[in-house]
């Protein structure tokens, strides 16, 4: 009986036995599979039958393998070649990894290769070649480097090329240009240089063509411009130059997407580009673009983005925004991004003509006057508005609160004044609302309590007086920050301020403001920054604030306070900075004190050219501390203890490691011994953090994009404090993460100060403290964390220190050291961030990064997998409008401010901390999906399904 059963299995068949065989090859290769696909391909069924395998009904042999997003990984065997029936491959959306086998180019029959978003690494292989039939090829998102193989000029038959999102080097082939079936070429997001092959404009029926996010360079030849079937173009993201041709909207008639952002364009607008109707995404952003708008834009009667940031178009003059007259014929606008230029005059009434579906409006960073025009109503669906940073004045119409979609509203940095609308109180769902910077007058409305999805809120630095509405003061939304500072505010604290349990940052300070800390305010735990000085309150620091014990910093100073300072601050783990200064207080706050016990190996915790560090316990309280103990046999070592000693003795900051004590004496054997003793830095450095070492825990090493943001604008505040709050000047002249230590709570904090120099010749004049004409310069520091010319002879100075924090932003976001083996032959960290800024941005971020995105969602499962990819890529050149995206971008270009070609183009101290402060301020809840909606470009490419 048992033998009958064995007899009665399906039997495999003798012609198709080297299938099954591989098969079950590429079977053992898969190292995770959680959805048990592989426990499917079993004996209890043909092969034929099994998950993903479609046969021939004719021969049962192999023809299609598709394993599609089915989460598994592993290498693919060698064996696969042996499916020599298959004409479709579709591993797309797993974890495969290791090299793609040459064997695939036995695979004659092959017409179909999809490999898109695994981990592949290695080359293209060569004989792939072979592949003569081979239509489709993507290969999207992995890790390849090398050239495009010379072999693939075989490929004459390929109809989509796809290699984007890779690590290959080299030039583009001439020879693409003899495929005179291709459709769609992408070679967007690699390390790609030289020129662009005037071949390829021999590619006659060519229709998706991008090359962004590379290191090309020279100009576009003109037969490039002559394809006149591409409806998509991107070069974007470049350091291509030149002027765009004047007749491209004449050769380019069937253009629908034309981006030329992030390179370095000159001269005019082609004003050509007004006759391709069909024209509905149009990006020039961040270039060299000058000149005034075409004034002929009816024609774009489908537009739904134009971008024109950071340009210099524009003539500082009135008529500058005339063009926006007509603008009113784009009836499908959504985006009008005409941010950082040249615009002058002041906004023209045709502004209410725009389309009544725009999202977002930004004007932000121009030298726009006047006021805001009356009669907004057409702009009922704008949802982001964004007018900071010019010199707009006068009131503010109360049409404003007719805006009800409005999220989003920047009227910051501007000459407005009289009273703050009460009819902003109608603008019920706004998340953000800067308004600092002005000169606003009179009370603030009651009616902003209206706005109860409000989660920033920003009346700084205006003339405000009045009392403090309980229906704001007590927005239970705001969860980010509430600041209300340099204003004349009058009166108490309302009681209502308990409201704000989920508030992190409360700033009242320099307003004149009285009575009793209200004891309702130890009802906001989630805080993490607390200002109130130079206020007039009274009385006693209420009891109730035991329970803020999340707070980093507290400034009660310059106030009436009086009574006992409060012992509970000493259990605020996380506190770093405590003023209480100018008061009538009395009592001392206990601070950790004692001596170490003990050095083995056991404890040591780090090492570097001076000294090691130990992990200690104090004898008198148990307090867990860092003993960095010099190394006085190293040339510099006793230099190096004295400079700590000098720097760090009177360093009093929340982002400085803090020193306990110094100890100079002799050790058992009667050598000399120096030591440091620090607070202990749980969570180690910065560096092992962004890199960490395979072990048991590397898993749980990984920064969320929140930590890292808090993490740099933690660094930016030591900077400025050591730059220009000591009493002289400081430059760290070491800055890198391995000096950047994390708290239990991963607070940041600056230290090693073995390196570091004053200023000794610093002035009150701003522009004169950013030398240091008595120290000339050896090699100092990391050499990739430092400036250039200190290589070169230079001298010491803060531009230094703000290189290096450059550099460390950008290594903190995008999770690459600069010293990263793809940063040759020209390529940098920093051009490597300039190539994907801005609508690239996610190629470059660290992958290890948690955070949620909604664009992150696969909505294209059920489409054809030829179109699929294409799709994904358009959408992405679009999905960079929400917050975390937003986010990301300002980061990085902070970064690259940093910086300077000459020390007067370098970003300040205090401007980096300021930017970054915006930053930091602004994004916290990056987890929420953007105001704008970023699917509304899917539609437009859905054609695609009949090629």
């Known amino acids: 009986m048992s033998s009958s059963l064995k007899s009665a299995r399906i039997p495999a068949y003798a012609d198709d036995e080297s299938d099954h065989l591989a098969l079950l090859d590429f079977k053992n290769r898969i190292s995770e599979d959680p959805l048990q696909i592989m426990n499917l391909w079993n004996d209890s069924a043909h092969f034929c039958n099994w998950f993903g395998v479609t046969c021939s009904p004719s021969t049962k042999r192999v023809m299609v393998l598709n394993l599609q997003a089915q989460r598994l990984s592993g290498s693919i065997t060698p064996s696969i070649g042996n499916l020599t029936y298959l004409t479709g491959i579709n591993l797309k959306n797993n974890s495969f990894y290791d090299e793609i086998p040459q064997e695939v180019g036995r695979l004659r029959r092959l017409q179909h290769l999809n490999l898109s978003y695994n981990s592949f690494g290695g080359n293209l292989p060569s004989n792939l ?31 989509f090329l796809q290699l984007a999102r890779n690590n290959l080097i080299g030039s583009i082939p001439a020879w693409i240009g003899n495929f005179s079936l291709l459709y769609v070429l992408s070679l967007y997001r690699n390390i790609l240089k030289g020129s662009i092959p005037s071949e390829l404009g021999r590619l006659s029926g060519l229709r998706f063509f991008s090359l962004a996010v590379n290191n090309l360079s020279g100009t576009i030849s003109p037969p490039i411009y002559n394809i006149s079937s591409i409806y998509h173009f991107s070069v974007a993201a470049n350091l291509l130059h030149g002027s765009l041709p004047p007749n491209v909207g004449l050769t380019l008639p069937n253009l629908e997407r034309f981006f030329v952002d992030l390179n370095s364009f000159i001269g005019h607008i082609p004003v050509s580009l007004s006759n391709v109707s069909r024209l509905y995404m149009l990006d020039f952003g961040e270039n060299g673009l000058t000149g005034t708008v075409p004034q002929n834009l009816e024609s774009f009667h489908d537009l739904v983005h134009l971008n024109f940031y950071d340009n210099s178009l524009g003539n500082r003059k009135v008529g500058d925004l005339n063009f926006l007259d007509f603008l009113a014929n784009c009836t499908s606008l959504k985006v009008l991004a005409l941010d950082f230029n040249q615009f002058g005059g002041v906004l023209p009434n045709s502004i209410a003509n725009l389309s009544s579906r725009l999202r977002w409006l930004g004007l932000g960073g121009n030298i726009i006057r006047g006021g805001i025009p009356n009669g907004n109503d057409n702009l009922v669906n704008l949802t982001d508005l964004e007018l900071h940073g010019n010199y707009l004045s006068g009131p503010l119409p109360n049409a404003l609160g007719k805006l009800q979609q409005l999220r989003v509203l920047y009227l910051n940095n501007n000459k407005f004044s009289g009273s703050i609308p009460s009819s902003l109180g109608n603008l019920t769902k706004l998340i953000k609302l800067f308004m600092d910077e002005n000169k606003f007058e009179g009370s603030i409305p009651l009616s902003l309590g209206n706005c109860q999805d409000l989660l920033e809120l920003n009346l700084s630095s205006n003339n405000l ?194 020193v306990i004590t110094a100890c100079s004496s002799v050790d058992h054997q009667r050598n000399d011994f120096k030591s440091l003793v620090f607070q202990f830095m749980s969570n180690g450095s910065l560096d092992q953090w962004l890199h960490p070492i395979e072990d048991e825990q590397h898993q749980c090493k990984r920064l969320s994009f929140i930590q890292r943001l808090n993490i740099a604008m933690d660094v930016a505040y030591a900077l400025q404090y050591i730059h220009l709050h000591f009493q002289t000047p400081i430059v760290h002249c070491d800055l890198k993460p391995s000096n950047v230590l994390l708290n239990e709570d991963m607070v940041a904090h600056v230290g090693d100060y073995g390196l570091a120099k004053f200023v000794i010749d610093a002035s009150h004049n701003p522009s004169k403290n950013q030398s240091m004409s008595d120290f000339s310069v050896a090699l100092k520091g990391s050499i990739e964390y430092i400036p250039p010319e200190y290589g070169m002879g230079g001298q010491i100075s803060i531009l230094g220190d703000i290189y290096s924090y450059g550099v460390l932003l950008l290594e903190m976001f995008t999770g690459k050291r600069p010293t990263d083996d793809m940063f040759k032959e020209g390529l940098s960290i920093q051009k490597f961030t300039v190539m994907a800024l801005p609508y690239r941005v996610m190629d470059i971020v660290d992958l290890s990064m948690p955070f949620e995105e909604n664009e992150d969602d696969d909505e294209t499962n059920n489409v054809d997998i030829e179109e699929s990819a294409i799709i994904e890529e358009v959408d992405h050149h679009f999905n960079t409008r929400s917050r975390v995206v937003h986010c990301l971008i300002s980061v990085l270009q902070i970064g690259l401010l940093c910086f300077a070609t000459s020390p007067h183009e370098c970003l300040p101290t205090n401007d980096v901390v300021n930017k970054m402060r915006a930053i930091t301020d602004t994004f916290p809840e990056v987890r929420h999906a953007s105001p704008i909606d970023e699917n509304i470009y899917l539609g437009r490419v859905e054609d695609s399904r009949n090629w």
């Open 465 to 658: 007086n009045g009392t403090i509405p309980k229906q704001a003061i007590g927005l239970s939304s705001l969860s980010i920050y509430l600041v209300m500072s340099h204003n004349s505010l009058t009166g108490t604290l309302p009681f209502e301020v308990g409201n704000l349990k989920n508030l992190w940052k409360l700033d009242l300070s320099e307003n004149r403001l009285s009575g009793e800390i209200p004891a309702s305010l130890g009802s906001c735990t989630s805080l993490v920054s607390l200002h109130l000085e130079v206020n007039s309150f009274e009385g006693a620091i209420p009891p109730s604030l035991k329970t803020l014990r999340g707070l980093n910093e507290i400034d009660l100073s310059r106030n009436n306070l009086s009574g006992q300072i409060p012992e509970f601050f000493s259990k605020f783990l996380s506190l770093k900075h405590l003023n209480l200064s100018h008061n009538d207080l009395f009592g001392k706050v206990p601070k950790l004190s004692g001596s170490t016990n003990g050095f083995s190996v056991d404890n040591l915790i780090g090492s570097g050219s001076f000294g090691s560090v130990y992990k200690g316990v104090l004898s008198s309280n148990g307090a867990v501390i860092a003993v960095k103990v010099l190394n006085l046999q190293q040339r510099g070592g006793s230099k190096s203890f004295v400079n700590e000693c000098n720097f760090l003795r009177s360093l009093r900051h929340r982002n400085l490691l803090m």
């Open 129 to 159: 070649s072979h592949c003569t039939q081979l239509r489709v090829l993507h290969v999207v998102d992995n890790k390849l480097v090398g050239h495009i193989p010379k072999q693939f000029n075989l490929l004459l038959k390929l109809v």
